[in-house]
């Protein structure tokens, strides 16, 4: 069963950056494709970012071009790195996980295993 940990929210200034971090245990990690999502208070939890098995990226388009994601599959994690932050990023990100062939869905639903979330908080 696949185990995330999620990292490296803080507080930070508008136009500021950060670095995001899970890190995978309890599976193959090469055979998942791996997701970031937010759920600011009140709203529903929306899609970040998305990685596949091959490394190919998805971005939401309110996030392309200030954030990045990644994966180390020596190092069994993925990363979202966040520039040019906003007010509006502020949100407690999750890390996910999935073993199905990944095309794009920004569905949470889609996604089966979960990391606790990291709280990242923009200030104006």
């Known amino acids: 069963q696949m185990q995330l940990v999620d990292s490296g929210g803080g507080l930070v200034q508008a136009g500021g950056s950060l670095r995001l971090s899970c890190a995978a245990s309890g599976g193959t990690f090469s055979n998942y494709a791996m997701g970031w999502f937010r759920q600011a208070q009140g709203k529903e939890r929306e899609f970040v970012a998305a990685?596949?098995?091959?490394?190919?990226?998805y971005p939401a388009d309110s996030v392309k071009g200030r954030f990045t994601i990644s994966r180390d599959n020596a190092k069994n994690t993925v990363y979202l790195q966040m520039n040019s932050l906003k007010p509006e990023d502020t949100a407690v990100y999750f890390c996910?996980?999935?073993?199905?062939?990944?095309?794009?869905?920004?569905?949470?639903?889609?996604?089966?295993?979960w990391g606790q979330g990291t709280q990242v908080t923009v200030s104006s």
């Open positions: 990685i596949s098995r091959t490394s190919v990226t």
């Open positions: 996910a996980a999935t073993r199905k062939y990944y095309y794009g869905s920004t569905s949470p639903s889609f996604f089966a295993f």
